[in-house]
């Protein structure tokens, strides 16, 4: 295996879309609504956003491996382990890693001190707030993916909905606007359920080791009934958006990407074993992208109307 793919592997970079879709919703959002495009803030913006995400994914590896979680999923029966396995099986060392997650961390900071000096300091206060939700997730003493009250979710929320589309949004404008954290609900709403589900994969083995996430304090029923909700809710902030006039109204064919998901939740029992989750995490993923590539479309066809 080479560098590249290790590296591919071990940051989980085949997820990464789900944080380079909210940048490009904000600066389509910034081009549809005021005319403003900048390419090369666009550009630094993706990277500064990828780099943030892709070190998001090897912290969490990272301190999940300090803490003991990944080795109790890979070891539990009933548990499907779904970090990169690049420490627990050792195929790179513990020093390693961690240079490669904080080299990361370096490239994501640089791009948002740059972003700052041009646009303004509010670009630094977004991926101030992003970085430091991506460290402590997982990291003592917050840990919110620890503590089960819900934390979690809300900081997935703002890490990979409200923040990059907002920051991405004010980058090209350096000013804010509430349609921007309008458009943000729906694919942070989806990605928040991406990441609910995967709990759904180990969450037997999160309760032996300590990890409070909601499924394992509300157990399997109750967590899937909330599961469907940030589904309505993701429906309902869309058709929001229409309303609100942040996206067009055929935007709304978006909705469509949902029924896919919406019939795996059909095949799904009270209580079922690891395995059956797989579908619904695959579903969920898929549904993010598609509906996160339909708006895309609809912002960009908008704006080709716009100058006609």
């Known amino acids: 295996m080479d560098a590249l793919t290790q590296f591919k592997k071990a940051s989980r970079i085949k997820v990464i879309p789900v944080m380079l879709i909210p940048v490009a919703l904000g600066a389509l959002g910034a081009y549809v609504w005021t005319g403003q495009f900048h390419i090369g803030l666009f550009l630094l913006t993706l990277i500064g956003s990828g780099a943030a995400h892709l070190f998001s994914n090897m912290v969490n590896d990272l301190w999940d491996y300090k803490n003991g979680t990944d080795t109790e999923a890979q070891e539990h029966v009933d548990a499907i382990s779904t970090n990169s396995g690049f420490l627990t099986k050792g195929v790179w060392s513990l020093r ?99 990441l609910f589900n995967h709990h759904f994969l180990h969450w037997q083995a999160d309760r032996q080791a300590g990890k409070k996430t909601l499924v394992v304090v509300w157990g399997e029923k109750r967590a899937l009934n909330f599961s469907r909700v940030l589904l309505l809710l993701a429906c309902l902030s869309l058709i929001a958006c229409v309303l609100a006039g942040a996206l067009p109204p055929y935007a709304l064919i978006a909705l469509l990407t949902i029924i896919p998901l919406y019939l795996v939740y059909g095949r799904l029992k009270d209580s079922n074993r690891s395995e059956a989750y797989l579908p619904l995490m695959g579903a969920s993923t898929m549904t993010t992208m598609r509906c996160g590539g339909v708006l895309i479309l609809s912002l960009i066809i908008q704006g080709i109307i716009q100058t006609l």
């Open 96 to 194: 390693k890693f961690e240079l490669i997650t904080w080299s990361l961390f370096g490239l994501a900071a640089m791009s948002g001190i740059i972003l700052s000096l041009i646009s303004g300091w509010w670009a630094f206060v977004f991926g101030a707030l992003g970085g430091l939700i991506a460290y402590f997730y997982v990291a003592p003493p917050i840990q919110f993916g620890y503590r089960g009250k819900g934390f979690s979710e809300i900081a997935i929320l703002l890490s990979f909905g409200i923040l990059p589309v907002m920051g991405a949004y004010y980058v090209q404008t350096s000013h804010l606007d509430i349609r921007a954290l309008l458009l943000s609900l729906p694919i942070g709403l989806l990605t928040t359920l991406i």
